[in-house]
Nanobody, 130 residues
Framework: EHLVESGGGSVQAGGSLQLSCTAS????????MGWFRQAPGKEREGVAT???????RYSDSVKGRFTISNDNAPKTLYLQMNNLQSDGTGVYYC?????????????????????????WGQGTQVTVSS
């Protein structure tokens, strides 16, 4: 099970980026996939999740600006980030929980601690300048 993020870079405030995460080695058809970020000097936080039923969840700070999606053939996770602001700076990670979906009742889904035993990618840097 292997995850590789890409698409990070530098952008001015108000700009857009699309991140990708390619997942390999996963054979399950039931899963939760998520994007997380870690700003300098801060703890990792959940940004958005999507599950095998297509249910999506967003943190309040990105709702309306970011869109999570995935492609099931092969499994690729995307994060379209629009109107990026300085608080969007950080390392973005993807993670996959192959054991469970994360629908409406999965209130744990944006908590990075709940993903401690799942595979993570190496991260991709996003820098937003004002």
């Amino acid at each position: 099970e292997h995850l590789v993020e890409s698409g990070g870079g530098s952008v001015q405030a108000g700009g857009s980026l699309q991140l990708s995460c390619t997942a390999s080695g996963f054979t399950t058809t039931t899963y939760c996939m998520g994007w997380f970020r870690q700003a300098p000097g801060k703890e990792r936080e959940g940004v958005a999740t999507i599950d095998s039923d297509g249910f999506t969840r967003y943190s309040d700070s990105v709702k309306g600006r970011f869109t999570i999606s995935n492609d099931n053939a092969p499994k690729t996770l995307y994060l379209q980030m629009n109107n990026l602001q300085s608080d969007g700076t950080g390392v973005y990670y993807c993670a996959v929980d192959p054991r469970t979906p994360c629908g409406a009742t999965a209130h744990w889904a944006l908590n990075p601690a709940a993903w401690a035993r799942t595979p993570w990618g190496q991260g991709t840097q996003v820098t937003v300048s004002s």
